[in-house]
C-alpha cells in the first residue's frame, strides 16, 4: 500500500535561518507530488507541484523553492526565513487521473 | 474550475445526519464535484466524488442535483470525530495539476 511520510512534525526556526522540509512516498511510482501551506485558521493555499523528477512548478511568488531530486521525494527549502513563513506545511501525492489527494501528516513551522 | 460555495460554519448533534451544502452554480458537464474533510492539525482527507449520479461508500454520501449546480455532503450519523473542515471541490478530472481548496465548512459535532 501507499504511504507518504513528512517530517518533521514540528520545526521552531528564528527569522534568517534555513529551511528544509522533506517528504517521501512509498508504494507508488511517478506520482504527481505537492506541497501546500496552511495559515492559522486559514485555507490550504497551492505553494509547488511536481510532474517528475526534476520538474517543478510554482503558483506563488515567494521566499521558498522546493525540488525533486528522485522520483518519491519532495523537498521544501528556504535560505532565510521569514516571519511570514510560519505555517502548516502539507505535502500529498496523487497519481493518474484521479483527483484523489494523499496528504501527509504536516510539519508545524514556527518562525520566531 | 467552477467556484464553489459553502457556508462557513454549521452544528450538528451526535448521531443525527450532518447535511453540508455546496453551491456550484457555474460547473460544466465534464467537472467532478470532490469533497475532502481536514481534522485539526492533520492533512486533509478525501472522503468522495461525483461526475452526476448519487454516490455512496463507507463514510458518506453525496446527492447532487439533477442540473449539478448544487451538492449535499451527507453524514447519516454524526460522531463527535467527524467535527472537522470540509472542503467541497469541483475540477475536471485530470485537467492539469492543481488542486485548489477553499474556505469549507467547519463542521461542529454536539453531544
Known amino acids: 500500500s501507499q504511504t507518504i511520510h513528512q517530517w518533521p512534525a514540528t520545526l521552531v526556526q528564528p527569522v534568517g535561518s534555513p529551511l528544509s522540509l522533506e517528504c517521501t512516498v512509498e508504494?507508488?511510482?511517478?506520482?504527481?507530488l505537492y506541497w501546500y501551506r496552511q495559515a492559522a485558521g486559514r485555507g490550504l493555499q497551492l505553494l509547488f507541484y511536481?510532474?517528475?523528477?526534476?520538474?517543478i512548478s510554482s503558483e506563488v511568488p515567494q521566499n521558498l523553492s522546493a525540488s525533486r531530486p528522485q522520483d518519491r521525494q519532495f523537498i521544501l527549502s528556504s535560505k532565510k526565513l521569514l516571519l511570514s513563513d510560519s505555517g502548516f506545511y502539507l505535502c500529498?501525492?496523487?497519481?493518474?487521473?484521479?483527483?484523489?489527494?494523499?496528504f501527509g501528516s504536516g510539519t508545524q513551522l514556527s518562525v520566531l | 474550475d467552477a467556484k464553489t460555495t459553502q457556508p462557513p460554519s454549521m452544528d450538528c448533534a451526535e448521531g443525527r445526519a450532518a447535511n453540508l451544502p455546496c453551491n456550484h452554480s457555474t460547473i460544466s458537464g465534464n467537472e467532478y464535484v470532490y469533497w475532502y474533510r481536514q481534522i485539526h492539525s492533520q492533512g486533509p482527507q478525501y472522503i468522495i466524488h461525483g461526475l452526476k449520479n448519487n454516490e455512496t461508500n463507507e463514510m458518506a454520501s453525496l446527492i447532487i442535483t439533477e442540473d449539478r449546480k448544487s451538492s449535499t455532503l451527507i453524514l447519516p450519523h454524526a460522531t463527535l470525530r467527524d467535527t472537522a473542515v470540509y472542503y467541497c471541490i469541483v475540477r475536471v478530472a485530470g485537467a492539469g495539476n492543481m488542486l485548489t481548496f477553499g474556505g469549507g465548512t467547519r463542521l461542529m459535532v454536539k453531544p
Open positions: 508504494g507508488t511510482s511517478n506520482p504527481n
Open positions: 511536481s510532474v517528475g523528477i526534476g520538474q
Open positions: 500529498a501525492w496523487r497519481t493518474g487521473v484521479n483527483e484523489k489527494l494523499f
